[in-house]
């Protein structure tokens, strides 16, 4: 994997992304082909963070979201939806072939399936609504599963691919010419015209924000698309079905393998979505999805378990494009619902399209200022009620009342002195301690065992044990409480 300079002092640029994941990455790319010169600011690393992390689908077919959407915006524009799904395939394809990136890109046809009778007339009518938007589906009733299913939408021509090297590799090809990529360079501050880092800042006559949700206060994306996680694993598996598979059933399993290149073959699962920082859902969906491959699998020991985080915005479209209808603002994209490689791909193209002027079909139904839809309020009322309980107590199974308490490997938020403490203890018995409230809205944070990081409930920040931030839409670490 390429390696990125730091961002010091000072570099201009027409436009500046913030943001190293496949939409800052692919918009960087596409910029830079129309004659911009753009300079990509990271806070870690190239496509290591929650584009890495995904299970990397690179598909139009995204559940039963298109009887949904026509329900909502109508045929028209589910059909939008759709074609930049399909486009988004067709450009991951060219890109990876036009600059000769070898990223495991492989074709595999897509599933949605179900093993209840209650849920086969939906699968019937997923396949109805999408052949009549023009998409590549079809109605069947067997697969390679190692168990019989009822009903399936299989999904031709689609595909898989690594994440992270695709996106390193495209932004490999992305300096010179006056442009960069800098890693390890994290935006403490920002402006329309300007992001300011550590080490030194970026002027530029555009600002893109590609950082997962917006940073900060920004266009108040945190209290329209509400963060949700979901626990993958992934072991080597001996016979390992061809395609890509996702479950109506819940709870949800998605499934597609990967193939090392010592030649072994693993099985990629990813589990029913919780609240972040909800420990006892979370181990519950890790014990689900775990079980589930074991049953199911002829599977060797899990090698890896980890959980990505994505938001799901209020009426089920991202939002791409302008973050103000007053002035111009800042270019955003965010609220994928899990399905951010197509939609990723299709937010580049739009905001390329949007800073060059150019007409794009797909811009209104994206449309970043739009009026939500009254079929998401009632949705987003529950969400909002459980960030009003989290800005007053948090979400605490229990509650220790002093670090003795504490197991090796063990967290808990704890009241010490007035002040609620994120504490965890390692496997040496040393107690690392931080402020619980997250400095983005000041919601108290809940522990992530698989990762062990703090992660905030009400708008997804992810902190370290040290309090570092691992991903906004906070920049501020944790406070620091001393120990002893």
């Known amino acids: 994997m390429p390696d990125f300079p730091r961002l010091s002092g000072d570099v201009s640029v027409d436009v500046a992304v913030v943001g190293g994941g496949i939409v800052g990455v692919t918009a960087a790319r596409l910029m830079k082909d129309r004659g911009l010169t753009v300079a990509v600011v990271e806070a870690q690393r190239v496509g290591r963070q929650v584009t890495g992390r995904s299970t990397a689908k690179v598909s139009s077919q995204h559940g039963l979201i298109y009887q949904k959407l026509e329900q909502k915006f109508g045929e028209d524009r589910a059909r939008l939806y759709g074609e930049a799904q399909e486009a988004a395939l067709r450009m991951i394809r060219q890109l990876a072939a036009q600059h000769g990136i070898e990223c495991d890109l492989e074709e595999q046809a897509a599933y949605t399936y179900t093993r209840e009778e209650k849920h086969v007339s939906e699968i019937e009518e997923e396949v109805q609504v999408a052949q009549r938007l023009g998409l590549p589906a079809s109605l069947v009733r067997t697969t390679d599963l190692p168990f019989d299913v009822l009903a399936a939408n299989r999904f031709d021509g689609q595909a898989q691919f690594h994440p992270t090297k695709y996106v390193a590799g495209l932004a490999k090809t992305v300096p010179g010419d006056g442009s960069h990529v800098f890693e390890h360079s994290r935006a403490v501050d920002w402006e329309p015209t300007r992001v300011v880092t550590d080490h030194g800042v970026v002027t530029a006559r555009h600002v893109v924000m590609a950082t997962h949700i917006p940073l900060g206060q920004i266009g108040g994306y945190y209290a329209q698309a509400h963060p949700m996680a979901e626990p993958v694993i992934a072991a080597r598996v001996q016979q390992a079905p061809e395609g890509m598979y996702l479950s109506v059933d819940k709870p949800s399993h998605s499934y597609r393998l990967h193939r090392n290149s010592d030649g072994a073959t693993y099985a990629i699962v990813a589990g029913n979505s919780f609240k972040p920082g909800h420990t006892d859902e979370e181990r519950q969906a890790v014990e689900d999805v775990e079980r589930w491959l074991t049953e199911n699998f002829e599977a060797g020991p899990i090698e890896y378990r980890w959980v990505n ?83 007053v107590t948090g979400y605490l199974a229990r509650r220790p009342k002093s670090y003795d ?31 619980a409230v997250c400095p983005h809205m000041g919601c108290i944070v809940g522990w992530n065992e698989t990762d062990r990081t703090w992660d905030c409930p009400c708008h997804g920040s992810r902190f370290e044990c040290s309090g570092e931030v691992t991903h906004g839409p906070a920049v501020q670490p944790l406070g620091s409480h001393i120990t002893g």
């Open 309 to 391: 985080e994505d938001y799901s915005s209020m009426d089920g479209a991202p939002f791409i494009g302008w973050s103000s209808s007053i002035g111009e603002g800042y270019l955003v994209a965010t609220g994928f619902n899990a399905w951010g490689i197509t939609n990723g791909t299709a937010a580049g193209v739009i905001l390329a399209d949007l800073l060059e002027g150019r007409e794009n079909p797909w811009t209104d139904l994206f449309d970043a200022t739009r009026v939500k839809p009254v079929a998401g309020g009632p949705k987003f009322v529950k969400e909002n009620l459980k960030v009003a309980a989290h800005l």
């Open 405 to 435: 308490e504490l197991a090796p490997g063990d967290a808990a938020i704890m009241e010490i002195d007035g002040e609620k403490v994120a504490a965890f203890k390692d496997e040496q018995g040393a107690v690392h301690a931080v402020s």
